[in-house]
């Protein structure tokens, strides 16, 4: 190689390495704009700005370079600090696992969910009498398991559908779950509601269509009982998970995720079970989560595969609906199992003894 190219190419490297330092402190002095945003809850993206940058660009540029090329790689600078300022904020969620790298374990009464074994939230849609629960609750304990979930406030698509037993439904849950030593999982919609069920219910859950209710949020934000909160029905992966940091930043950690099928245009099933979301959300977050089998498919026939499917892919906990006389009940009928079908179910899954994270 002749001298003057090697002369050349040394200078090559002094200016790369001037261009990356400088790239690097605009990228520091981009970090810092994106906090202020932050702060003063600004959008990060500001095209008038930018605008201003590539005009201020061209009128100083005196080539080599075409000012369009020179403006090209000035819009990638943009777009990538544009990524830094996302992911510094990222970094900060409390439900990140860049926050907090080991899994959280919900506990509730003795069932540690997210701790690698598998676990199960079964009941009926709604509860609709103590005889109803007592059945449920009966052949749930029987099978092992400690956990029943069913809904006494019911957030119908209809004003005119069964809106739940209210404070009685609670009631009963709480009375068949004590007598098999069960823990509650039960819908509260109302913010003003969140004391009133810490007496009932073992886990607050919080529905997909309140998922960005930000008032009942942070009340159950502010209460130490562990919190389900369902992805809203068009909510992105995103979206699901500020949710959640509304809960954690009153304080509560105790929080389990659960997917439970998002709207699309496919009408094969009731909602199209989003499965990826699962290892993204436990990869992005140290939260457990459940897969709602019922929810997601509407579909009995869809039921098990679905479940084998979560529990396959890293979900922590599988939700499933059972009711002793689905044909008659008040919400949900076609999709809950009857008890022989939620008998057969539980076997298919248990008898596979499968853990989770190998
Ligand atoms: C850094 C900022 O945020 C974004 C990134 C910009 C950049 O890299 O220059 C410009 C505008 C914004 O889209 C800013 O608003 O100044």
């Not at 970090?31 to 009128?59: C, H, N, T, Y």
């Not at 904020?89 to 509730?108: C, F, G, H, Q, Y």
């Not at 819908?187 to 209710?213: C, F, H, K, S, T």
Request: one cysteine or more; aromatic letters at 4%; charged letters at 25%.
């Amino acid at each position: 190689m002749s001298n003057e190219l090697v002369d050349l190419r040394k200078q090559m490297d002094e200016i790369s390495l001037k261009i990356l330092e400088l790239l690097n402190e605009r990228g520091n002095v981009a970090q810092q704009i994106g906090k202020l945003k932050e702060m003063q809850g600004v959008k990060r993206f500001d095209p008038v700005r930018e605008r201003e940058l590539l005009d201020l660009i061209a009128s100083h540029n005196d080539g080599p370079f075409e000012t369009s090329t020179v403006q090209h790689i000035f819009k990638q600078i943009f777009k990538a600090s544009l990524e830094l300022q996302k992911d510094d904020n990222r970094k900060a969620l409390l439900v990140s696992r860049k926050k907090k790298p080991e899994d959280t374990i919900v506990n509730v009464k003795g069932e540690k969910i997210g701790d690698g074994n598998p676990h199960f939230i079964m009941g009926p849609c709604a509860v609709e009498s103590y005889e109803q629960v007592k059945k449920v609750a009966e052949v749930i304990a029987e099978k092992g398991l400690t956990l029943i979930r069913g809904g006494a406030f019911k957030p119908r698509t209809s004003p005119y559908d069964f809106q739940g037993l209210g404070l009685e439904g609670l009631k009963i849950l709480r009375k068949a779950a004590d007598e098999h030593q069960l823990a509650v999982v039960s819908e509260i919609l109302n913010p003003n509601d969140i004391e009133m069920a810490l007496d009932y219910v073992d886990v607050i859950q919080i529905g997909a269509r309140n998922m960005q209710n930000f008032d009942l949020l942070k009340a159950a934000g502010s209460v130490n009982k562990p919190v389900l909160l369902k992805r809203g029905l068009a909510a992105t992966i995103e979206e699901f998970m500020y949710a959640a940091e509304y809960i954690l930043a009153q304080g509560n950690s105790q929080v389990i995720l659960c997917e439970r099928g998002i709207r699309t245009y496919e009408r094969a099933t009731r909602n199209t079970l989003d499965i990826s979301a699962v290892p993204i959300l436990k990869k992005e977050t140290h939260l457990p989560v459940v897969v709602d089998v019922t929810h997601s498919t509407g579909r009995k026939d869809l039921l098990l595969p679905a479940a084998k499917a979560a529990m396959a892919i890293g979900a922590d906990a599988v939700m499933a609906e059972v009711h002793p006389d689905p044909a008659v009940a008040l919400s949900d009928s076609a999709q809950q199992m009857n008890i022989p079908e939620f008998h057969e179910f539980m076997d298919a899954l248990l008898n596979k003894k499968t853990k989770i994270h190998s």
